[in-house]
């Protein structure tokens, strides 16, 4: 059974900075690309950054682009997302998300939709 344990949420100020860390477990990830989604309260679930299994290439969206990080350690098989210089928008329930991977594709592309695996979702609560 596929799962994926998302941790590193909690309350920061404006300013600060959190890591959420995303552990899969029940198959091999390999051929997966791994992906960070957040849901606010009334809005949809949207993207926010992506790797490949490899740490080959990332993709982010543009409103965590130089803010946000992801990175992968393949020895400790967890994807981490360090969030700097969080603002009160940033506020939203953390997803970690993994799909097949397709080398001919971009990351932008691939991370289309909802499709993959999904954890339960960490809050991350930006107070101003």
């Known amino acids: 059974q596929v799962q994926l344990v998302e941790s590193g949420g909690g309350l920061v100020q404006a300013g600060g900075s959190l890591r959420l860390s995303c552990a899969p477990s029940g198959r091999t990830f390999s051929n997966y690309a791994m992906g960070w989604f957040r849901q606010a309260p009334g809005k949809e679930r949207e993207f926010v950054a992506g790797?490949?299994?490899?740490?080959?290439?990332?993709y982010y969206s543009n409103s965590v682009k130089g803010r946000f990080s992801i990175s992968i350690d393949n020895a400790k098989n967890t994807v981490y997302l360090q969030m700097n210089s969080l603002q009160p928008e940033d506020t939203a329930v953390y997803y970690c998300?993994?799909?097949?991977?397709?080398?001919?594709?971009?990351?932008?592309?691939?991370?289309?939709?909802?499709?993959?695996?999904w954890g339960q979702g960490t809050q991350v609560t930006v107070s101003a």
């Open positions: 790797i490949r299994w490899s740490g080959s290439s990332t």
């Open positions: 998300n993994a799909r097949s991977e397709n080398p001919y594709r971009r990351l932008d592309v691939l991370f289309l939709g909802l499709s993959g695996y």
